[in-house]
């Protein structure tokens, strides 16, 4: 298998602090290279994103302001294999100096400023302008009043980022393929309409989790702050069938674009190494070793939650030479 190393991904949230004169405040970092851009910082772990807002406002601008909520998320780099990364922007206004002589640490910012809505445009035209599509985005709403409601980006520190997945094909010596049946699902993924239609009689919500029909499929699972993909996958899978897995390589990678769906998965090759015969956790209620003939037919019989994840996992496990 091809050896490749996958990054991992960050989140880098910004602030866009505008004034009275309708100026934002941009800085220059001191490892920018020259560009100009607004106060951010990467998230980190246990650490919520208006704090990492408030934090990158504090650090480097020494104004203080009123908060406004997220104004523009930027998905574009979620699939670069260089710098996976998402933008998450908030707005914030009525800034007021905290002191007339301080000024950020000259290690982190190399100069700042005010500047309006032309110069911005300007500084984006000469590639002036650090994550311009971001920053103009941001401006845009701002203009609009557009707020973001944090909970259609996810719950981060519960669930990890929404944005990065990574999943695992596992096979074994006899090249059968580690399955997991979901003991726990929403009720608008479950595949029966008569179990479906059920629940929701019941008043279920489509955003309850319930014990349910969640069908087949591969481990996979949300990537945690500071955490690599390569990691992630190993976690998720000793979790989800308790299996511990040798990683042998990327296998292909998933990237979905669709409203409300916007994540990049990289999904690698592992061989099992040591685990249980059966597991069973809240979110599992089974797990199975199947042939690639036998998934076809779970394929053909509709019960596998994500086909398209697992039918194109098992198309590049069937390249590989035994």
Known sequence: MEKRNINRPRVQVGLLLTNVHQKFFLVEQTQSSGQIGLPCVDLQA???????AEH??????????????????????????????????????NPYDLSATETPDPQIIKSMGWYGQDEIIALANDNNLRDADAVLGAIQNTSKNVIIPEESIGDIQKWGLPWFRAGALVYNKEGKILMM??????????????????????????????????????????????EAYAETVIREVSEESSWQIKLEGLLHTRTSRKPGKIYTMPVFLAYAVDGPKQYHTEETSEIGWFTPAEIQEMNKSGVLRSPEFVMASLEAFELKPF
Not at 46 to 52: E, K
């Open 56 to 93: 990158a406002g504090m650090e480097q601008t020494f104004y203080d302001y009123d908060m406004e909520g997220i104004r523009y998320v930027d998905t574009q780099f979620i699939a670069d294999e260089a710098d996976p990364r998402v933008i998450v922007i908030y707005g914030a206004d």
């Open 46 to 52: 246990n650490q919520r994103l208006d704090y990492a």
């Open 181 to 226: 049946h979901e003991a726990r699902v929403q009720v608008e993924k479950i595949k029966d309409p008569v179990l479906k239609q059920g629940y929701l009689d019941a008043g279920k919500a489509p955003d309850n989790w319930v014990d349910g029909d969640g069908g087949w499929n591969l481990p996979s699972g949300r990537v945690r702050v500071g």
